[in-house]
């Protein structure tokens, strides 16, 4: 079924739990527009303020009380971002095959760019967890064209998935099994793993699809398990909410999913979206990348924080 409010059919219903997930009052307000291929959403609570790349235009914009402002210009091709656990920002470089962090005093400190002496792909999306380590994708997309990066070939061949240790400096390949790794995240307890795998961007029979692993004590993975196929369109990044269910970007806006892999319903969003990430005071907001445009929604839920 198809919820409406005032003129807008924005959200689709599919199971009864999505009635407690979603607000019949709110609805989808488009915040920015200008992007070439807006990604990346990162929220800082602290400053109350919402950090996006924009890929093709090498830059990073602010959104902050209804303002839009650059926040880093000649910015490597920047794509997936997040907050490590002290509250500075991680990035992925299409354009430097690299992730970095950005420091208080605004300085950038490389983390990693290299994997057993070979340049990384191209970093897309990154998370980080509860014990300080990092964990990112690594697909080609910024060395395929000079649109989104450099063109280049890969030199490890493979497109993985990484875990990066801070403290120690290690690099650990974690999954090698993606034909394009793509979106991340953690299930709230961080017992569950969810990385996209989007081999359909250059493949009529390619992966648009979620997978879950288990993760144990030691941030080993195991079972990868097909978790949902995705469609119209592909998945791209995903976010979790304190109830452990999946939100996921999709072609026609944003897909819910149970931690069960039942479909509970969708909002619409008028440009295929790219990413999303939930905001606000109450972590109650979903901030929506999608192509050209920024996007916020009010839900009922509220986005995981783990401790």
Avoid at 73 to 93: M, P, W, Y
Wanted: aromatic share 12%; charged share 20%; net charge negative.
């Amino acid at each position: 079924m198809t919820r409406t409010s005032g003129i807008r059919d924005e959200i689709e219903i599919y199971d009864e739990r999505f009635f407690y997930l979603t607000l019949g009052n709110a609805w989808v307000e488009k915040l920015h527009t200008g992007s070439l291929w807006a990604e990346g959403p990162v929220y800082f609570a602290d400053g109350d303020y919402l950090v996006w790349s924009d890929i093709p235009n090498n830059r990073m914009l602010r959104w902050a009380g209804g303002h839009v402002s650059v926040f880093r210009d000649f910015a490597n091709n920047s794509n997936g971002n997040t907050r490590d656990r002290q509250g500075r920002l991680v990035t992925c470089e299409h354009g430097t095959r690299r992730v970095t962090r950005t420091e208080p005093d605004g300085s950038i400190t490389v983390l990693v760019d290299q994997f057993e002496g070979k340049k990384l792909n191209s970093p897309n999306d990154v998370v980080v967890k509860s014990d300080g380590t990092i964990w990112f994708t690594d697909p080609p997309y910024g060395i395929f064209s000079d649109y989104e990066g450099h063109v280049a070939e890969s030199e490890y061949g493979g497109c993985y998935v990484f875990r990066y240790n801070p403290v120690t400096g290690n690099l650990e390949p974690v999954a090698k099994d993606f034909n394009k790794p793509n979106g991340i995240a953690f299930s709230p307890d961080e017992s569950k793993l969810y990385v996209v795998d989007t081999g359909v961007s250059h493949s009529m029979a390619g992966e648009h699809h979620i997978r879950s692993f288990s993760v144990d004590q030691l941030g080993r993975l195991s079972g990868g398990d097909l978790f949902a196929e995705v469609s119209p369109g592909l998945p791209d990044g995903l976010r979790v909410d304190l109830q452990g269910n999946i939100w996921t970007s999709a072609g026609d806006g944003v897909h819910c999913y149970a931690p069960d892999g039942v479909r509970l319903g969708k909002i619409l969003v008028p440009e295929p979206v790219a990413n999303l990430t939930f905001g606000g005071p109450k972590r109650n907001r979903i901030f929506i990348t999608a192509t050209t445009s920024l996007y916020a929604v009010y839900v009922a839920a509220n986005g995981a924080q783990r401790p």
